[in-house]
T-cell receptor, first 111, second 114 residues
C-alpha cells in the first residue's frame, strides 16, 4: 500500500474551514484514499473515502487531485469538538485487512 | 456508542496475571480486528479475523492470544505480559475484509502492566 505524508499539526479557528492536506504520490490506480480521525482516548472514527471523484458527506468533503497524488480533507465549519488526530490512509481495493495508520495530523481548533 | 463495545475500559495487571479483553459488535459485520496503540506511536495492526477465521497475524508475541468464537465476539487473551505491553488496545469491525467500507472502532481498553 502507498505511503502518505501529512503535516504533524495544524491550527484552525472555530467556525472556519479546516483544510487538511495529504500527499500520496505513489498511489496506485486501485488504491482508495481514506480519512479517519481519533479524538483523545477514543477509537478512530471513519470520516470519508474516495477513489478519484470528490466526495462529500455530513462530516466532511474529500478533494482528490486529478493525478491522485494528493488530497485534502475539508471540515467546512470546524468546532472545538473537531480537535483530533486526522489520519489519511491509502488502501488497495479489496485489501481491507491492510488498513495501516501513520502518525496523522493533530488538528487544534481554537476558540 | 459506535456499535463496537470493548470491556473492560481500563485494566491494570501484573506480569504474572492472565486476563482477557472482550470486544462485541452487533452491526452484522463479518471481519474483526485488534490494534495496539502505544503512547505517541501509530496504531499497529495485530490480528484480523474474517468469518471467525484468523487471516492476519502481524508478528505478535505469543503472550497475546486472540479468539473469535463467532462473528460478533472477539477476545484477546493476555498472559505473562511485559510493562512495554502497556497500551490502548482497540477493536474494530467491518462488513468484510475485502470491501471498501470504513472500519468501526470501539473505545478501547487502556491496559497497564505493572
Amino acid at each position: 500500500d502507498a505511503k502518505t505524508t501529512q503535516p504533524t499539526s495544524m491550527d484552525c479557528a472555530e467556525g472556519r474551514a479546516a483544510n487538511l492536506p495529504c500527499n500520496h504520490s505513489t498511489i496506485s490506480g486501485n488504491e482508495y484514499v481514506y480519512w479517519y480521525r481519533q479524538i483523545h482516548s477514543q477509537g478512530p472514527q471513519y470520516i470519508i473515502h474516495g477513489l478519484k471523484n470528490n466526495e462529500t458527506n455530513e462530516m466532511a468533503s474529500l478533494i482528490i487531485t486529478e493525478d491522485r497524488k494528493s488530497s485534502t480533507l475539508i471540515l467546512p465549519h470546524a468546532t472545538l469538538r473537531d480537535t483530533a488526530v486526522y489520519y489519511c490512509i491509502v488502501r488497495v481495493a479489496g485489501g481491507g485487512f491492510k488498513t495501516i495508520f501513520g502518525a496523522g495530523t493533530r488538528l487544534f481548533v481554537k476558540a | 456508542e459506535t456499535g463496537v463495545t470493548q470491556t473492560p475500559r481500563h485494566l491494570v495487571m501484573g506480569m504474572t496475571n492472565k486476563k482477557s479483553l472482550k470486544c462485541e459488535q452487533h452491526l452484522g459485520h463479518n471481519a474483526m480486528y485488534w490494534y495496539k496503540q502505544s503512547a505517541k506511536k501509530p496504531l499497529e495492526l495485530m490480528f484480523v479475523y474474517s468469518l471467525e477465521e484468523r487471516v492476519e497475524n502481524n508478528s505478535v508475541p505469543s503472550r497475546f492470544s486472540p479468539e473469535c468464537p463467532n462473528s460478533s465476539h472477539l477476545f484477546l487473551h493476555l498472559h505473562t505480559l511485559q510493562p512495554e505491553d502497556s497500551a490502548l488496545y482497540l477493536c474494530a469491525s467491518s462488513p468484510y475484509t475485502g470491501d471498501d467500507y470504513g472500519y468501526t472502532f470501539g473505545s478501547g481498553t487502556r491496559l497497564t502492566v505493572v
